[in-house]
């Protein structure tokens, strides 16, 4: 696709309820990171793919948070049982993956904002 | 630990004017030095700054890279309305990016 794209763009939830939110990368791009944006801040970053594999998760605030690319494509981040501290925008990025000293740009998705009542 | 910070906060200027915003960073590892822009939700990417491409320009926009005072800055020259976002500094260690809390502009005409 010619970009990012994340759904839903909204989601409201009530605390306790489960969400699922969905990352269509940029065709053929092998890396795909989760980060985290509240209010007034700087993204935080979540997780990392490369293709299938989640190299790194360590920035998953709890066990709540789960993550999963099967196929090396398309990526879902679901969160069990929110809470109110879960409200911000979650954003999608991909980007391929070079070896030696340059490094390759994370291109960003438009987000979901996540609401937790 | 790698950390990311932004200053100002927020600016606020008439359009024409020419504004500049300070990125300054601690990093164990570096690898580059971004700049996004974020209207509305999606940061767009500006500039990417490494050990060999200190400077970059783009239109009215251009940044600078100073690896001995660990800072870089974002200049915006004839500003614009359009140019009223949040500009959002990020290091990238390792593969993932560490982000600035972001300087939110506003131009006013």
């Known amino acids: 696709g010619a970009g990012v794209s994340q759904s839903p763009r909204y989601k409201v939830a009530k605390r306790g309820q489960d969400v699922a939110l969905r990352c269509d990368p940029i065709?053929?791009?092998?890396?795909l990171f989760w980060y985290q944006q509240a209010l007034g801040q700087g993204p935080e970053f979540l997780t990392y793919f490369q293709n299938e594999a989640q190299l790194d998760k360590s920035g998953l605030p709890s066990d709540r948070f789960f993550a999963e690319r099967p196929e090396g494509s398309v990526s879902t981040l679901k969160i069990q049982r929110t809470q109110q501290e879960d409200s911000a925008v979650y954003l999608c990025a991909s980007s391929f993956p070079k070896t030696g000293p340059d490094t390759d740009t994370q291109y960003f998705g438009p987000g979901t904002r996540l609401t937790v009542l | 630990e790698d950390k990311v910070v932004q200053s100002p906060l927020s600016l606020v200027v008439h359009e024409g004017d020419t504004v500049t915003l300070n990125c300054s960073y601690e990093?164990?590892?570096?690898?580059?030095l971004l700049w996004y822009k974020q209207e509305k939700k999606a940061p767009t990417f500006l500039f990417m700054l490494?050990?060999?491409?200190i400077e970059k320009k783009s239109g009215r926009l251009s940044s600078i890279l100073d690896k001995k005072e660990l800072s870089s800055i974002l200049n915006i020259t004839a500003t614009q309305t359009g140019d009223s976002a949040i500009y959002l500094c990020a290091l990238e260690s390792s593969y993932k990016l560490i982000f600035g809390s972001g300087t939110r502009l506003l131009v006013r005409p």
């Open positions: 490494t050990s060999s491409g």
């Open positions: 990093v164990t590892n570096f690898r580059s």
């Open positions: 065709s053929g791009h092998v890396s």
